[in-house]
């Protein structure tokens, strides 16, 4: 049974679930889940959670997250990036200093509204696959924030004509910010490619490829690239139990008495050092945010 975090280097052409249906198999573990979907178009940091951890998917999939993405200008396309039907080609006479400025517009809270292209549900149907059927329909405008959105000096990949490094937070589509960006312009745009190189606080340099998942399983060493899931919450304070009726408190769910402690929240451990749960103490009581003990 396994049980913890795998980062991923998601390749280009697999979708979320597909890798997800991937380490289900390479890990025999029925629970998995991945924090925060990336196109199939796009690659980087994909953090999935597997057993046990699949507790934590809801913290991840409401982080913030980083990606270096290739802005195409003149293109306008029907799933605003550059795997789409090309709907209207415009010439471009766009110079770093006008992109910079338009950049500034779509910087913090900002409205998008979904792409036709995506897995967002009206009317109990996912735009996606009205899209598919040529169906277009009305869609309300979502408040998402764009921490940070600059161009980058480096030559942007074949197909881009710009790189820009966007930090976002969770619901951002950063093709439908490309498809914008384009229409400020006056030329039209889309995306040309996209890499998450940071989510729910894990980066690059923590993940793996699928390829390198594999060769662990077959050496039997799988195990050992799973991170534990209390390293998910490595900035929140740690809060060891003293007593076995601590412990059992909190193994049932109970509150318990956290008077000298400060309000916030706590990693909670027990007497063994076994990560229980996520605590949170108000008012000089301790509660369970989430439990992540095996029953």
Request: glycine share 10%.
């Amino acid at each position: 049974m396994a049980n913890g975090i795998i980062v991923i280097d998601k390749p280009s052409g697999w979708t979320s679930m597909d890798v997800c249906a991937k380490l289900r198999g390479m890990f025999h573990e029925k629970r998995v889940g991945h924090g925060g979907t990336l196109d199939p178009m796009a690659t980087g940091v994909l953090p999935v959670f597997l057993g046990r951890a699949t507790r934590a998917v809801e913290f991840a999939a409401d982080s913030d997250k980083e990606y270096i993405a290739g802005l195409k200008l003149g293109v306008v396309t029907n799933t605003q990036d550059t795997s789409g039907e090309v709907l209207e080609e415009r010439p471009v006479e766009v110079s770093g200093e006008q992109l910079r400025r338009v950049l500034e517009r779509f910087t913090g809270d900002i409205e998008q509204i979904p792409p036709m292209y995506s897995a967002i549900k009206v009317g109990g149907k996912k735009l996606y696959e009205l899209a598919r059927k040529g169906k277009e329909v009305e869609r309300k405008p979502r408040p998402v924030t764009i921490h940070a959105l600059e161009v980058l000096d480096e030559a942007p990949p074949e197909g881009a004509d710009w790189l820009l490094r966007v930090v976002c937070s969770k619901g951002t589509y950063v093709r439908t910010l490309c498809h914008d960006l384009g229409q400020a312009l006056g030329c039209g745009g889309c995306m040309a490619s996209l890499r998450r190189v940071k989510a729910a606080g894990f980066t690059l340099k923590d993940a793996v490829t699928l390829e390198a998942v594999q060769e662990a399983v077959d050496r039997g060493e799988g195990d050992s690239l799973l991170l534990t899931v209390d390293a998910y919450f490595a900035d929140v304070p740690i809060l060891v139990l003293k007593t076995a009726g601590a412990e059992k408190k909190i193994r049932n769910g109970a509150a318990l008495n956290a008077r000298d402690l400060p309000d916030g929240e706590y990693r909670v451990y027990g007497m063994d050092k076994t990560f229980l749960a996520l605590g949170r103490v108000a008012g000089g009581t301790l509660t369970t945010v989430k439990s992540f003990f095996e029953v």
